[in-house]
């Protein structure tokens, strides 16, 4: 089991930045990726940005030149800073670790963290 807890959530004038902190516990072991997904009011979750143990990352379209993805490997934690937000970033963040064990693959998702951005 991995236990994810996001934090850093809040309200941001647009052109603004904020930083997201996502700290796992458990079976971090397990842990072979970490990211963040956000979901708006009546749409789907989608992904924005990942990164794997090794350091690759993967960002969204729509995020790419103003989002960045790291990860503090000592902390058990990844960073979302997010830079020259608009206001239909505005969602709910959600961290996600994904754990391999044996041949089954598990995702563990945090519980979110809102994000408003203000014209």
């Known amino acids: 089991q991995v236990h994810v807890v996001e934090s850093g959530g809040g309200l941001v004038q647009a052109g603004g930045s904020l930083r997201l902190s996502c700290a796992a516990s458990?079976?971090?072991?397990?842990?072979?990726?970490m990211g963040w997904s956000r979901q708006a009011p009546g749409k789907q979750r989608e992904l924005v940005a990942l990164?794997?143990?090794?350091?690759?990352?993967n960002y969204a379209d729509s995020v790419k030149g103003r989002f960045a993805i790291s990860r503090h490997n000592a902390k058990n934690t990844v960073y979302l800073q997010m830079n020259s937000l608009k206001p239909d970033y505005t969602s709910v963040y959600y961290c996600?670790?994904?754990?391999?064990?044996?041949?089954?693959?598990?995702?563990?998702w945090g519980q979110g963290t809102q994000v408003t951005v203000s014209s």
């Open positions: 458990g079976n971090i072991f397990s842990i072979n990726a």
């Open positions: 990164i794997t143990t090794g350091g690759t990352t």
């Open positions: 996600k670790a994904e754990s391999w064990v044996g041949v089954s693959e598990y995702n563990y």
